[in-house]
């Protein structure tokens, strides 16, 4: 189904690179949101952006970029900043920011 | 601090038998609060929140802001219901928060 796709599903990264990580949503929601997911820790605020061209850092924003160009769009960005990037990344999207989440299915970086 | 805490990581029970996954919270404000699941190989989807007080699946919860709890009730699991559980909690006091717990894992046996 639609909704929210996130991609790739699983991503590699060499030390020292930069990678992106594609979010889409299809929902017409203003708010979309960066979590990442480590074993045991639950699920960790990277970034949220409640209006295109509009974003906040979240708990975690160390070392990570997005952009929000469009409604639809939010890519997040890795960069080489941040020290430990092995982990499960997950989009959502919402119709306002203390509402409901919408999730995607995830991508999982691993660095090589 | 601003948090949510799941205190069992896993929980088992048989089928039939009654469940109540734990949720306590610190929030200095009204928060909103969720609980949201992840059934295997599926995406992380809302299962109720606090303000619709509707049963979803079977499950209640209810808010009590005394004891900073809210508890996930069900009192017959079906083995349907295995799958992760999350607490979460959004608020605008201060800065704006959307707090997930730790999550716990229902098991339920046949």
């Known amino acids: 189904d639609g909704g929210i796709t996130q991609s790739p599903k699983y991503l590699f990264r060499k030390e020292g690179q930069n990678v992106t990580l594609s979010c889409e949503q299809n929902?017409?929601?203003?708010?979309m949101y960066w979590y990442r997911q480590d074993p045991g820790q639950g699920l960790r605020l990277i970034y949220y952006?409640?209006?295109?061209?509009?974003?906040q850092k979240g708990d975690i924003a160390e070392g990570y970029s997005v952009s929000r160009e469009k409604k639809e769009s939010f890519p997040l960005t890795v960069t080489s900043a941040q020290k430990n990037p092995t982990a499960f990344y997950l989009c959502?999207?919402?119709?306002?920011?203390?509402?409901?989440?919408?999730f995607g299915d995830g991508t999982r970086l691993s660095i090589l | 601090a601003q948090r949510v805490t799941q205190p069992e990581k896993l929980l088992s029970v048989f089928k039939g038998a009654p469940v109540e996954l734990k949720c306590n919270y610190s929030y200095s404000g009204s928060p909103e609060l969720f609980w949201y699941v992840q059934y295997s190989r599926q995406r992380l989807q809302l299962l109720l929140r606090?303000?619709s007080r509707e049963s979803i699946k079977g499950f209640t919860a209810d808010l009590n802001k005394g004891e900073t709890s809210f508890h996930l009730k069900k009192p017959f699991a079906q083995e349907e219901d295995s799958a992760m559980y999350y607490c979460?909690?959004?608020?605008?006091?201060?800065?704006?928060?959307?707090?997930f717990g730790t999550g716990t894992r229902l098991k339920v046996l046949a």
């Open positions: 952006s409640q209006i295109v061209n509009d974003f």
């Open positions: 929902l017409n929601h203003d708010a």
């Open positions: 959502a999207s919402s119709t306002g920011w203390v509402q409901p989440q919408h």
């Open positions: 979460a909690l959004s608020g605008t006091s201060g800065t704006y928060k959307y707090i």
């Open positions: 606090h303000i």
